[in-house]
């Protein structure tokens, strides 16, 4: 399965990414993380260690363009995971990791090997029914309109209680619905209250929204201390848990 996750930058797609890396990895899973915002720091948060010194795919353009343009290409036929080669990607405690870095806007119809990559990766890996890949996108939508959405068998769209973010959601759903992404769902992230859910239920629609995540307070410990591990103790994990579960019953 191909998730790809979006919404306004700090509404919690990072934190959502690490969290159902690791959920559906102690579900036994095989989980492919992809950092796909410039900013990253998906890496930190899953653990990796120096994080700082893990090369980008961006930086690795000429061994990409090289190895697309031989013949036979890229992948192996009928690639899997497991053929990537491990040049691309890290891992950590079985969790794999590619980090794209940031990807120069050609306008549209951009070409750049890294997008061509992400495209590759997502289109051609055959996923056994045990495997996923998880996109962890940059806010916005221009990531959007480089084909790369069709790719994907899910979308989520991070939402907060708030009116911007909610606009954010209504500018990259019919988006991603245009480009034909299969499933399209908010995830409700930083709940404090019932108030916060019903604004939330009233201006989606219960149907729209994946699954409820309550505010932590565990994130001043968290973000102070660098020690993203705490979130695993976190009744966070427990709720991402469900929403876990809820993909693999899909
Ligand atoms: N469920 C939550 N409860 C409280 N704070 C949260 C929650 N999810 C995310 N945050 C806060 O929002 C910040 C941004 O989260 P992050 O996942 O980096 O957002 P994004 O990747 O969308 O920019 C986190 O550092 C954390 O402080
Ligand atoms: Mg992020």
Request: proline content about 0%.
């Given at each position: 399965m191909r998730i790809g996750i979006a919404g306004k930058g700090g509404t919690g797609k990072t934190t959502l990414?690490?969290?159902l890396s690791w959920n559906l990895k102690d579900l036994g899973k095989q989980?492919?993380?992809v950092d796909a915002d410039p900013d990253t720091n998906l890496a930190s948060i899953l653990g990796f260690p120096e994080p700082e010194k893990i090369v980008p795919i961006v930086r690795m353009k000429e061994l990409i363009s090289e190895r697309m343009e031989v013949r036979g290409g890229f992948f192996k036929l009928n690639p899997q995971i497991s053929d990537i080669p491990e040049k691309f990607m890290?891992?950590?405690r079985g969790i794999k990791l590619i980090v794209m870095g940031t990807v120069e806007s050609g306008g549209s119809g951009c070409v750049c090997p890294e997008s061509t990559f992400l495209k590759r990766l997502l289109r051609e890996i055959i996923l056994r029914k045990d495997e996923f890949i998880l996109v962890d996108f940059e806010a916005?939508?221009?990531h959007l309109g480089r084909g790369i959405a069709r790719e994907f068998d899910f979308l989520l769209i991070v939402v907060e209680p708030s009116q911007l973010s909610l606009e954010s959601f209504k500018r990259i759903s019919p988006l991603a619905e245009q480009l034909g992404v299969k499933r399209i769902f908010a995830v409700a992230n930083k709940l404090k209250d019932g108030r916060e859910r019903d604004f939330l239920l009233r201006n989606l629609g219960k149907e729209k929204i994946f699954g409820f995540l309550s505010y932590s307070q565990?994130?001043?410990q968290v973000n102070t201390s660098g020690n993203y591990e705490i979130l695993r103790e976190d009744k966070l994990y427990k709720?991402?848990?469900?929403l876990a579960e809820k993909l693999l019953s899909d």
């Open positions: 990414c690490a969290l989980v492919l993380a890290q891992e950590y916005g939508v221009e565990v994130f001043s709720e991402v848990k469900e």
